[in-house]
């Protein structure tokens, strides 16, 4: 079982930058193909970013250029580095660690808050 643990969130003005932590409990992180997934208020929860566990990255179209995902496989964490924020960025950002068909795990998500 590998449990996902989100942290990084806040409160940030507009055009400012936030890193997120996603570190994995257990032996299979190097495993996994990592993505970070928001969900805003009123609105169903979006795939941001994937890295793969080979390290092939791709992003949703809003935020390319702005942010980037990384992994540390010897410390069982990815990150997402949030630069040029901006409101429509205030959502629920959730961890998701993908092992294809043997199943999938999900943080518990940590709160960005955009203010303009």
């Known amino acids: 079982q590998v449990q996902l643990v989100e942290s990084g969130g806040g409160l940030v003005q507009a055009g400012g930058s936030l890193r997120l932590s996603c570190s994995a409990s257990g032996n299979i992180f190097e495993a996994l193909d990592m993505g970070w997934y928001r969900q805003a208020p009123g609105k169903q929860r979006e795939l941001v970013a994937i890295?793969?566990?080979?390290?092939?990255?791709n992003y949703t179209d809003s935020v390319k250029g702005r942010f980037t995902i990384s992994r540390d496989n010897s410390k069982n964490t990815a990150y997402l580095q949030m630069n040029s924020l901006k409101p429509e960025d205030t959502a629920v950002y959730y961890c998701?660690?993908?092992?294809?068909?043997?199943?999938?795990?999900w943080g518990k998500g940590t709160l960005v808050n955009v203010s303009s």
């Open positions: 998701n660690g993908d092992l294809g068909i043997f199943g999938e795990y």
């Open positions: 890295i793969t566990s080979s390290s092939t990255t």
